[in-house]
């Protein structure tokens, strides 16, 4: 990454052997649709939302293919979070 005082622009290149990561994603990260999140009025409705929306993911993934406990898997079904967890993302 590269800054300096006399422009206002940031110049970030990514190394060649990363860009595969960066690139060919294609399974295992949440995707959010723009259009909900557009809908969304503050931060920390977006958090919630992500937030949910990777509990739901999990489930999907961990339901169909195996490789959780069922006490995992319920986790992500009914997720559940304390108010003390959410004002951690502040």
Known sequence: ???TDYHDEVKIEFHRE???YLIN?????TQHALSDLAELNSKYSI???RWL???YNQYE??????????EQVESYQN???SIKEL???D
């Open 53 to 55: 929306s990777m509990n």
């Open 25 to 29: 994603l294609k399974k295992n990260f």
């Open 1 to 3: 990454m590269e800054w």
């Open 87 to 89: 004002r951690y993302h």
């Open 18 to 20: 990363i860009m595969p």
């Open 79 to 81: 997720p559940s979070i």
């Open 47 to 49: 958090i919630l939302y």
């Open 61 to 70: 993934h961990y339901s169909a293919k195996g490789g959780r406990r069922a």
